[in-house]
Nanobody, 116 residues
Framework: QVQLVESGGGLGQPGGSLRLSCSAS????????MGWHRQAPGKQRELVAE???????VYAASVRGRFTISIDNARNTVYLEMDSLKDEDTAMYYC??????????WGQGTQATVSS
């Protein structure tokens, strides 16, 4: 079973930056992807970005060009650099680990709030 520990988030200003990180531990298979979903108050959870161990990325249209996801395979850690923040980026951000086989694992979530 995989455990995820998230860090980062907090308060950011419009136009500013925040950085999230998520480290996986436990039984780590050789093929997996990691990524982030987010959920704003009153809205459904949505995919933000995903990256495979080989570096293939997927971004939501709403964050493409502003957010950058990266992965450190040696540390089984994924990062989300959030730049050019907008008010609508305010949400709880959830890290996930998606193995090639087996169930997804989710982090507990970290809050990111964009406000001046």
């Amino acid at each position: 079973q995989v455990q995820l520990v998230e860090s980062g988030g907090g308060l950011g200003q419009p136009g500013g930056s925040l950085r999230l990180s998520c480290s996986a531990s436990g039984f780590i298979p050789s093929i997996y992807s990691m990524g982030w979903h987010r959920q704003a108050p009153g809205k459904q959870r949505e995919l933000v970005a995903e990256i495979s161990r080989s570096g293939t990325t997927v971004y939501a249209a709403s964050v493409r060009g502003r957010f950058t996801i990266s992965i450190d395979n040696a540390r089984n850690t994924v990062y989300l650099e959030m730049d050019s923040l907008k008010d609508e980026d305010t949400a709880m951000y959830y890290c996930y680990f998606r193995p090639d086989f087996g169930p997804l694992a989710w982090g507990q979530g970290t809050q990111a709030t964009v406000s001046s």
